[in-house]
C-alpha cells in the first residue's frame, strides 16, 4: 500500500480511506485505486491538464500572483503570504488544490459521515461524468486571472464573471483547442463555470466557499506564528472576514453536502470556526 505525502497543513481535507493527519502534512493511504474519472476525463489525466497549464504563459503568470491581495500587507512578501495561507495563496497552485477539495466532496457524496443529519438526493449524488467535470472545472477554473487579475469574491460583479468566463474560453481554445479533452472542457465551461443554477454550479460554488474556509482557518492558526504585527492583523481580519461571510450560509448546506457537514465538524475546524466566529463579538 502506498503512502501520498500531500502538503496540505493542519486541516484535514482529502479522501481516506485512512487518513493520518501530523502537524505540517496528511498522509493518505488509499485502500484501492481512486475512481478513473477522478484521475482522469476522455482519456487525459487532470495532471496532464495541470501540467499544460502551469508551462504555458499564463501560468508563469499565475505562479507569480498571490491571493487574498486585498488583505495583504505590502511589507509582507509574496513568499511569506504564501507559507501563511498555503497552496490556497498561490494563483497557480490553488486550482489543483481546488480539485483536491473536489475530489473530497464528490468521496462523501459517495460516503456520508456515520452522524450527517442529512439526506441524499439527486441533487447531491453525482454521475461519473459528473464527477469528472467537477474536477475539471477545479482543475481550470482560474486560469482567466492570468490576464484579468484575482477579483475578490465579494467585489465581483455579473459583468466581471461574464468578462472572465470570455477570456477563459479563449484561452482553453488556445491550450486545449486541438486536445482531445477539449468537448469536456467546454462542457465544464458551460455546465459548471459559467451557469449559475444547476446541479454542478451550485456543487462547485460549495467547493469554492470550503476552499476559502480552509484558508481562512488556516490564517487563523498561523496568526501567531508570526512575530509581524502587521501580518498578525492582516491574517486576522481575512479569517473574521470570510468566517463571518460563509460560515451563516454553510451550516444550512452542511444538510444538503456530506462533504460540507464533515469539513465545518472536524474537531480543529470546528474549533477554530468558533473561536474566529468569539473573537468579532
Known amino acids: 500500500m502506498k503512502l501520498t505525502p500531500i502538503n496540505l ?28 474519472n477522478l484521475q482522469e476525463i ?70 456520508p459521515p456515520a452522524d450527517w443529519p442529512g439526506q441524499l438526493s439527486q ?5 461519473e461524468r459528473e464527477e469528472g467535470l467537477l474536477v475539471l472545472a477545479a482543475s481550470v477554473h482560474d486560469v482567466a486571472e492570468a490576464i484579468i487579475g484575482d477579483i475578490p469574491s465579494p467585489l465581483k460583479t455579473q459583468k466581471d464573471d461574464e468578462e472572465e468566463m470570455i477570456v477563459l474560453k479563449g484561452q482553453m481554445q488556445e491550450l486545449f483547442g486541438t486536445s482531445e479533452v477539449f468537448p469536456a472542457i467546454n462542457e465544464a465551461l458551460y455546465q459548471v463555470l459559467s451557469a449559475k443554477d444547476t446541479k454542478l454550479a451550485k456543487a462547485f460554488h460549495t467547493i469554492e466557499i470550503m476552499g476559502y474556509l480552509r484558508v481562512a482557518l488556516r490564517a487563523w492558526q498561523r496568526r501567531n506564528l508570526t512575530d509581524d504585527p502587521l501580518a498578525q492583523d492582516a491574517l486576522t481580519k481575512l479569517a473574521r472576514a470570510v468566517v463571518t461571510r460563509e460560515i451563516p450560509r454553510q451550516e444550512p448546506l452542511s444538510l444538503i453536502y456530506p462533504a460540507t457537514f464533515d469539513f465545518l465538524n472536524r474537531r480543529h475546524n470546528r474549533q477554530a470556526i468558533n473561536e474566529v466566529l468569539a473573537s468579532t463579538q
Not at 487525459?44 to 498571490?66: D, P, W
Not at 498561490?90 to 486550482?95: E, K, P, R
Not at 441533487?123 to 454521475?127: E, G, N, P, Q, R
Open 123 to 127: 441533487d447531491t449524488v453525482f454521475t
Open 42 to 111: 476522455d482519456g487525459v489525466s487532470f495532471r496532464q491538464i495541470t501540467s499544460v497549464i502551469a508551462s504555458s504563459e499564463y501560468g508563469q503568470k499565475l505562479r507569480n500572483q498571490t491571493r487574498f491581495d486585498l488583505f495583504k500587507p505590502d511589507s509582507v512578501s509574496n513568499r511569506d503570504w504564501e507559507s501563511f495561507l498555503g497552496l490556497d495563496g498561490n494563483n497557480l497552485l490553488h486550482m489543483p488544490m481546488t480539485a483536491r477539495i473536489a475530489q473530497y466532496f464528490i468521496y462523501y457524496s459517495k460516503n
Open 9 to 36: 497543513d493542519i486541516v484535514c481535507l482529502i479522501v481516506p480511506t485512512k487518513t493520518k493527519c501530523y502537524k505540517n502534512c496528511i498522509v493518505v493511504e488509499q485502500a484501492g485505486p481512486a475512481s478513473r
